[in-house]
């Protein structure tokens, strides 16, 4: 099935630690965005890639980091220097020409 | 700076009956798109109706069509025919293109509509 995966669904850290959240798609899609969701509000860009080897800055960017070695695989790094990474995190992918997002189903990080 | 403002935190409808959900945005773009999500309890945001601000026809799918005033800077979400499983959270957003041709989606807090059996 095509698809855009995110694992784990649920995360649980301790204050210091790094940790890293998967997102993969298999749609062949060029653009992969990460959104950060905090409890009754909506969606803020963290990070984008364009192309593979390339991303830029969202409004939210401080105390994480990406990469994008492979055109499927897009994750995200959550460091000890993001002071309130307790939220929902969400990935999405845009295909090339369309102008519309797709989501993954999330991962729920806790920082204990 | 883009905005969007869903001006309604809550809505609840009887089952089969139409609900309208308000969405208003601020920007000086003139080619932008605009989209309605919705994030049932499972949390997967899924696409429910886009909008291109170039199209004067208002967009529809099967039950949901929308009311785009670009003058006002308008965009509301009617469901016709509301069932159980439209409950969720439902969200208005925006997207401009960023130079490069990366697209930013930007969203308003959400409406969290209860649909009652």
């Known amino acids: 099935d095509g698809g855009i995966t995110q694992s784990p669904k649920y995360l649980f850290r301790k204050e210091g630690q790094n940790v890293t959240l998967s997102c993969e798609q298999n749609l062949n899609h060029d653009a992969m965005y990460w959104y950060r969701q905090d409890p009754g509000q909506g969606l803020r860009l963290i990070y984008y890639?364009?192309?593979?080897?390339?991303?830029q800055k969202g409004d939210i960017a401080e105390g994480y980091s990406v990469s994008r070695e492979k055109k499927e695989s897009f994750p995200l790094t959550v460091t000890s220097a993001q002071k309130n990474p307790t939220a929902f995190y969400l990935c999405a992918s845009s295909p090339p020409g369309m102008d519309t997002q797709y989501f993954g189903p999330g991962t729920r990080l806790t920082v204990l | 700076a883009q905005t969007v403002t869903q001006s309604q935190p809550e809505m609840s409808v009887q089952e089969a009956e139409t609900v309208t959900l308000s969405c208003t945005y601020d920007?000086?773009?003139?080619?932008?798109?605009l989209f309605w999500y919705k994030q049932p309890p499972s949390r997967q945001m899924i696409l429910v109706i886009r909008q291109e601000a170039y199209k004067q026809q208002n967009a529809t799918e099967n039950r949901f069509s929308v009311n785009f005033q670009k003058a006002a800077k308008s965009f509301s979400l009617k469901i016709s025919d509301s069932q159980l499983g439209d409950t969720a959270m439902y969200f208005c957003?925006?997207?401009?293109?960023?130079?490069?041709?990366?697209?930013?989606?930007?969203f308003g807090q959400g409406t969290r509509l209860t649909i009652n059996p």
């Open positions: 890639s364009q192309i593979v080897n390339d991303f």
């Open positions: 920007t000086s773009e003139n080619n932008y798109y």
């Open positions: 957003a925006f997207m401009k293109r960023f130079i490069q041709g990366a697209q930013k989606l930007v």
